[in-house]
């Protein structure tokens, strides 16, 4: 009798936290299930996503924060780290659409902000630089997608519609509607024009700011070697 009450009672809070988050966490969920292939339906994001989990233990650790409950909302931020290996704190803020891919690893600091529609992919780290007070982690706007393993570093702006590359190392403000790639981190334009298709997760096809000028190098080098040859020619 005690093991069918323990099963009842453990299907009644499966259920109603199934409930809750599909009431609550709704924005998350769709962003999970328009982003990851791998996502088979509302169910499985909501039981088995590491990202949603750690969402759910941030919304709840900043509830508690807003209404000055000390020392609880840094607990339950620990826990959702032990949990699910992603530390978000509580005085992050964070918008609508928000999705950590896999997650493993994520950092975001006490003064992060992030815009509406970010996903962040395992391993991202948006920190401080030194022990300052105050503002002191990166502010991202929507629309950005961080690549695997990026740090975005300090009090600095990244723009709506931008893509950082996988282990990009970002110091310096990034404007909207660009590509940052390398260490440290090297921004490519995209001429002021939004991403096609808004969300773009491609890493495979990301430019190489580096590459192109020294590809523009070569190219000049070998014009001024033709002309060069070419007055030669003429003087003979």
Known sequence: ??????????????????ILVRIFFIDAVKAAMERDPAAANYAEIIFTYSGLHALVFYRSAQMLRKIYIPLLPRVLSQLGR??????????ARIGRGFFIDHGMGVVIGETAIIGDNVTLFQGVTLGGTGKEKGKRHPTLGSNVVVGAGAKILGDITVGNNVMV?????????????STVVGVPGRVARTRGRRIPGGINLDHTSLPDPLQQALERLQHEIDHIEGEIGEYHEGKR
């Open 165 to 177: 590359g996988a282990n990009a190392v970002v110091l310096r403000d990034v404007p909207d509607s």
């Open 82 to 91: 032990w949990v699910t290996g992603i530390e978000i704190h509580p005085g």
């Open 1 to 18: 009798m005690l093991l069918l009450e323990v099963v009842l009672i453990f299907a009644a809070a499966v259920l109603i936290y199934y």
